[in-house]
C-alpha cells in the first residue's frame, strides 16, 4: 500500500502562482510512476503531469508551458509548480502514484481555485 498527502492548494487571482506537494509514504519501493490529475465540477478526472521513473514527463496540452512537475526523491515528495494560473484551472488535484503492478493509489485530494 501506498499513502498520499497533498497539501498546497488555495486562492489565487488569475495569473498567479500556487504550488502543489504530495508525500509518499508505505510501499514507496515499489512506486514506477508519480503525477497530478485534476477534477472540474461536472467533468471527468484528467491526467495533468506525470513523471515515471527515470522516463521523460508528460503534461496535458492545456497546462504545457505553465506547469511543471518535480520530485525530491530523498524526501519521497512530488511537486506541481502552476504558474499563470487561469480560471478554467479550478479544479480538486489529486496526487497519483502507480506501481510496478499498475496498480494506482490516490490521495485525498485538494483543491484549486482560480478567480478571474
Known amino acids: 500500500q501506498v499513502q498520499l498527502v497533498e497539501s498546497g492548494g488555495g486562492l489565487v487571482q488569475a495569473g498567479g502562482s500556487l504550488r502543489l506537494s504530495c508525500v509518499a509514504s508505505g510501499n514507496i519501493f515499489g512506486i514506477r510512476a508519480m503525477g497530478w490529475f485534476r477534477q472540474a465540477p461536472g467533468k471527468q478526472r484528467e491526467l495533468v503531469a506525470n513523471m515515471p521513473n527515470g522516463g521523460s514527463t508528460n503534461y496535458a496540452d492545456s497546462v504545457k508551458g505553465r506547469f511543471t512537475i518535480s520530485r525530491d526523491n530523498a524526501k519521497n515528495t512530488v511537486y506541481l509548480q502552476m504558474n499563470s494560473l487561469k480560471p478554467e484551472d479550478t479544479a480538486v488535484y489529486y496526487c497519483?502514484?502507480?506501481?510496478?503492478?499498475?496498480?494506482?493509489?490516490w490521495g485525498q485530494g485538494t483543491q484549486v481555485t482560480v478567480s478571474s
Open positions: 497519483a502514484a502507480e506501481n510496478l503492478l499498475r496498480a494506482r493509489y
